[in-house]
């Protein structure tokens, strides 16, 4: 495992992060003392950066990891959770009002079974106008920061040029992170794009999804899935070509976007069963197949940086 620094956080976080979405069945059913376990191997094993969402499971994931976090020291992790999309009973909900962001902080801290959470991150900001958050949200978390409830603020979104035009665009120092997914995989690096912005503004980058939220896998990508055909169908020759040389696409995209570039501080996967942490772990710690990349992205073509609306 290797540690890295986000940015001026003052943290030094594992290249591998512990994404808690799973926890919350967000993806199939799971077994609740398997999904704890799964908390338990990922710091028992380097693993020191965990993050999660009250949106995940719709409160699940939260309290699923809180009762993992519970048996675990306080100085073992950096725990980071979100605000501002939620759900209820199978129905999603947005909320980025200074007055919910602030409330869903301290309901977070209970479930997590926390006193102080170390990056709290506005959710997937293209869901509200950018200019609520920049004139609401960020400052009634930074409000939060003050007082040390909470130890950094960032933001989330799969949109790069969203997460830009908030950093221009609120006083240095409000966004501490950023958190991008499916922009730094074997299909889709246009997070590079971006990277010389975000260092200059001294702001951390965090990676999620190197499978491309499902995309990048042996087991073919999920129907709900919102990339077009095209893509799919790319990604599929990928992977099947992966399995011909003996060597999972699933270990190569981990591998990819964990090992290449320092400046991505972290990359999260997820799961909630502890075989497969570690099995990801695993993958970290060997060195990645070069040739092999380089043949994936050849056999994806003109499918690179491909974009869809997130969901």
């Known amino acids: 495992m290797i540690y890295n620094k986000l940015g001026k956080t003052g ?25 704890i376990e799964a908390v338990f191997t990922a710091v028992d094993n380097g693993i020191n950066f965990i993050d999660v969402s009250p949106y995940y499971g719709h409160l699940k994931a939260e309290t699923v990891l809180g009762k993992a976090l519970k048996d675990i020291p306080r100085d073992k992790y950096y725990l980071s959770t979100k605000v501002g999309r939620y759900g209820k009973d199978g129905v999603n909900t947005w909320d980025y009002s200074a007055e919910r962001a602030q409330a869903s902080v301290y309901e977070s801290m209970e479930r ?36 040390g409830v909470v130890g950094h603020v960032g933001i989330t979104d799969l949109q790069l040029e969203n997460l830009k035009w908030l950093v221009e665009n609120t006083p240095e120092g409000t966004v501490e992170t950023i958190l991008n997914f499916c922009h730094y995989c074997l299909n889709d690096d246009l997070l590079l ?57 699933e270990k190569l995209a981990v591998q990819y976007s964990t090992s290449l570039n320092p400046r991505i501080a972290t990359t999260l996967f997820s799961s909630a069963n502890p075989v497969n942490v570690l099995k990801n772990i695993s993958y970290v710690n060997e060195p990645v197949d070069m040739e092999l990349v380089a043949k994936v992205r050849d056999i994806i073509g003109d499918q690179m940086r491909v974009r869809w609306k997130n969901s």
């Not at 971006?194 to 990048?216: R, T």
């Not at 042996?218 to 099947?240: I, N, V």
């Open 11 to 35: 943290m030094t976080v594992s290249n591998l992060g512990f994404g808690a979405s799973s926890l919350g069945g967000v993806f199939h059913s799971i077994k609740e003392t398997e999904a």
């Open 112 to 147: 997590l079974n926390v006193d102080y959470i170390d990056l709290i991150n506005v959710h997937d900001v293209e869901f509200t106008e950018l200019q609520k958050v920049a004139e609401e949200t960020l400052p009634a978390l930074v409000e939060l920061r003050d007082k």
């Open 193 to 249: 794009d971006y990277m010389d912005f975000f260092e200059e503004k001294g702001v951390g980058i965090i990676n999620a999804s190197p499978l491309s939220m499902g995309l990048l896998s042996q087991r073919g990508t999920p129907d709900w899935h919102p990339a077009p055909e095209s893509l799919k169908e790319a990604c599929a020759r990928a992977a099947e070509y992966c399995n011909e040389k003996g060597y999972p696409i």
